[in-house]
């Protein structure tokens, strides 16, 4: 899956992820993990902080189906987990690591291109159970995490 995100970290996220699933009947479980790309922050100028983002997901979907087509509600509890480095004039470089959960609601459409094929697309909203703050010592705070954050997921899936 491709993921793209808003509101976790300084800018706009891209991701790549694999996951695996079980689906009884309307109901989907799925567990997922997502590697974003590094992002850089020159908000606080001349000190530059550099991300590196990885996500874990555990989410339950129900849906109703139509045809070759599906809709339903999600509901998602995720691990964040970032590694930040910070970096700038007497700075001595370092990293630190923090890890903290969301939880979720989303929106999940499919569409079955074969039986045992289908590409979906599944928008939504998390809501952070903690608001970890990035700082440089000496320097303060650059980046606090928001309280909530968007995205949308979309991706293909084989049915067996």
């Known amino acids: 899956m491709l993921a793209v995100d808003a509101g976790v970290l300084p800018w706009l996220a891209y ?3 694999v996951g695996v699933g079980v689906r009884v009947n309307r109901l989907r479980v799925k567990v997922a993990g997502v590697l974003w790309l590094s992002q850089n922050d020159t908000h606080a100028a001349p000190y530059e902080a550099t991300y590196e983002r990885r996500t874990g997901e555990l989410s339950g979907c129900y849906s109703w189906p139509g045809g070759p087509f599906e809709v339903g509600p999600c509901m998602t ?6 590694t930040a480095g910070g970096s700038g004039p007497d700075v001595v470089g370092g990293t630190g690591h923090v890890s903290w959960l969301t939880v979720g609601v ?12 289908a590409l979906f697309l599944r928008p939504g909203v998390t809501f952070t159970t903690s608001r970890p703050t990035f700082a440089i010592d000496g320097v303060g705070p650059l980046y606090q995490v928001p309280l909530v954050a968007g995205g949308v997921e979309v991706g293909c899936e084989w049915i067996f």
Request: hydrophobic share 50%.
């Open 106 to 117: 989303a929106a999940r459409a499919g569409w079955s291109l074969r039986r045992r094929a």
């Open 15 to 17: 991701g790549v992820g």
């Open 77 to 82: 509890v995720a691990l964040e987990d970032v």
